[in-house]
């Protein structure tokens, strides 16, 4: 039952001719918090759906009924959904861009719904650190690593003794801080980390990741690596039977962190000298045209831009406009696309390479047939338009 509920929980409805969707009973509105109708019902428009707030000459929303209506919420977000009567409407999953539920978005949705409201969490994700070590601090913050005492609360049966030390029982506290072997890491790191009294490692990560935390994004970082690296250890204790000596693993991590330093962010000058090659052997196909998305202000209006370069680089041309969109960077840009294909159609081009700063979109382009978003009537649109313009394509470009 429980399950039930986190499913439905991210089930939201995909309008396309809006003959299906109950206005007050179903979850429509591009609200990842609150995707109900919240104006009170009006009792003559019981049963009312979707398709009624259309307007049957433009197919497009019927502004004035709407503001007579709804709260100015709800007209907000009712105008910046897209329209499509070609499409039934359909059940899609929030929490996936492609619309579809997996056991890995659910426990996603699991997680985010137990994270408590901090500042941590957003720290976390601002940090310059190795996406596997993010995965592991929201993992750990959200108390699902899987210490011994967490398998136990999940009915596992097992002894809670640490593998590490084998003195007292696991948690995570103990096995990434407290614990004799954790200690003499930090010990020999000598890092700036808080006192750790206590087993509430939420409380301890506030210290030093919250936003009263003096320390620098460069030690935050470094700590966060130490974290990983020490329950890693512990992994291979459980496993391999091997514990690395707090020496070696001090070398390792010291190592690792210069290397990410140096590897792992900022720019890369052969990367960008590859990129310019790429352009120049894909411009000799004919027109190049760059194309952004973007949002602006508190209402988050959505906006776009293009533009056309000969093969030499001379200017074709520019534009840019309004776009109606609700918030979804991957929806904008998809539309942005869209808009900029729409225009070359029309001016008679062909033989286009479209270039976007959006990889995920390149990718979605090859799969657009499994997308039950909102965002699937858009690149079913980009493909129609670049199959009706031989030698165009769409590519990514930082």
């Given at each position: 039952?429980?399950?039930?509920?986190?499913?439905?929980?991210?089930?939201r409805?995909?309008?396309?001719?809006?003959?299906?969707?109950?206005?007050?009973a179903?979850?429509?509105?591009?609200?990842?918090?609150?995707?109900?109708?919240?104006?009170?019902q009006?009792a003559p428009?019981q049963?009312?759906?979707v398709a009624?707030?259309?307007d049957?000459?433009?197919?497009a929303?019927?502004?004035?009924?709407?503001?007579?209506?709804?709260?100015?919420?709800?007209?907000s977000?009712i105008?910046?959904?897209p329209?499509?009567?070609?499409?039934?409407?359909?059940?899609?999953w929030?929490?996936?861009?492609?619309?579809?539920?997996s056991v890995?978005?659910?426990y996603?949705?699991l997680?985010?719904?137990?994270a408590?409201?901090?500042?941590v969490w957003?720290?976390?994700?601002?940090?310059?650190?190795?996406?596997?070590?993010?995965?592991?601090?929201?993992?750990?913050?959200?108390?699902?690593?899987?210490?011994?005492?967490n398998?136990?609360?999940?009915?596992?049966d097992?002894?809670?003794?640490?593998?590490?030390?084998?003195?007292v029982?696991?948690?995570?506290?103990?096995?990434?801080?407290?614990?004799?072997y954790?200690?003499?890491?930090?010990?020999?790191?000598?890092?700036p980390?808080?006192?750790?009294?206590?087993?509430?490692?939420?409380?301890?990560?506030?210290?030093w990741?919250?936003?009263?935390?003096?320390?620098?994004?460069?030690?935050r970082?470094?700590?966060c690596?130490?974290?990983?690296?020490?329950?890693s250890?512990?992994?291979?204790?459980?496993?391999?039977?091997?514990?690395?000596t707090?020496?070696?693993?001090c070398?390792r991590?010291s190592s690792?962190?210069?290397?990410?330093?140096?590897?792992?962010?900022?720019?890369?000058?052969?990367?960008?000298?590859?990129?310019?090659?790429?352009?120049?052997?894909?411009?000799?196909?004919?027109l190049?045209?760059?194309?952004?998305?973007?949002?602006?202000?508190?209402?988050q209006?959505?906006?776009?831009?293009?533009?056309?370069?000969?093969?030499?680089?001379?200017?074709?041309?520019?534009?840019?406009?309004?776009?109606?969109?609700?918030?979804?960077?991957?929806?904008?840009?998809?539309?942005?696309?869209?808009e900029?294909?729409s225009?070359?159609k029309?001016?008679?081009?062909?033989?286009?390479?479209l270039f976007t700063?959006?990889?995920?979109?390149?990718?979605s382009?090859?799969n657009?047939?499994?997308?039950?978003?909102?965002?699937?009537?858009?690149?079913?649109?980009?493909?129609?338009?670049?199959?009706?313009?031989?030698?165009?394509?769409v590519?990514?470009?930082?």
């Amino acid at each position: 039952m429980a399950s039930q509920g986190l499913v439905r929980s991210g089930c939201r409805r995909r309008i396309g001719n809006g003959r299906t969707t109950q206005i007050w009973a179903h979850p429509w509105l591009p609200d990842s918090q609150d995707p109900y109708v919240s104006t009170e019902q009006p009792a003559p428009n019981q049963g009312m759906v979707v398709a009624d707030l259309v307007d049957d000459a433009t197919g497009a929303w019927n502004s004035n009924l709407i503001q007579q209506i709804f709260n100015a919420r709800d007209a907000s977000l009712i105008n910046k959904l897209p329209l499509n009567d070609t499409y039934d409407d359909l059940w899609y999953w929030e929490g996936d861009i492609s619309g579809n539920y997996s056991v890995r978005c659910g426990y996603r949705r699991l997680g985010d719904a137990m994270a408590p409201n901090s500042q941590v969490w957003s720290s976390v994700w601002k940090l310059k650190i190795p996406p596997n070590w993010k995965n592991f601090m929201w993992i750990t913050l959200s108390n699902i690593l899987p210490t011994l005492d967490n398998l136990i609360k999940k009915r596992v049966d097992l002894v809670n003794v640490c593998p590490v030390c084998g003195l007292v029982e696991e948690n995570v506290m103990h096995v990434l801080v407290s614990c004799t072997y954790g200690s003499l890491v930090w010990n020999r790191l000598q890092l700036p980390i808080p006192p750790f009294n206590g087993n509430n490692f939420l409380f301890w990560a506030e210290l030093w990741l919250g936003g009263a935390s003096a320390l620098d994004c460069d030690v935050r970082g470094r700590i966060c690596g130490v974290l990983h690296g020490i329950w890693s250890a512990r992994n291979s204790a459980v496993w391999n039977g091997y514990l690395p000596t707090p020496t070696a693993l001090c070398c390792r991590l010291s190592s690792s962190w210069a290397a990410w330093k140096v590897y792992g962010t900022g720019p890369r000058s052969p990367q960008v000298q590859r990129q310019s090659g790429l352009h120049a052997n894909q411009m000799q196909n004919g027109l190049a045209c760059y194309v952004d998305a973007a949002f602006h202000n508190n209402h988050q209006n959505a906006t776009y831009g293009f533009l056309v370069m000969e093969e030499d680089g001379s200017y074709v041309a520019v534009a840019n406009g309004p776009m109606v969109c609700p918030y979804d960077p991957l929806m904008a840009e998809a539309m942005a696309v869209s808009e900029a294909l729409s225009w070359l159609k029309n001016n008679g081009y062909t033989a286009v390479t479209l270039f976007t700063d959006s990889a995920v979109l390149v990718t979605s382009l090859s799969n657009a047939h499994c997308f039950r978003s909102y965002i699937g009537f858009v690149l079913d649109s980009c493909i129609r338009l670049i199959s009706s313009m031989p030698g165009t394509l769409v590519t990514h470009v930082r």
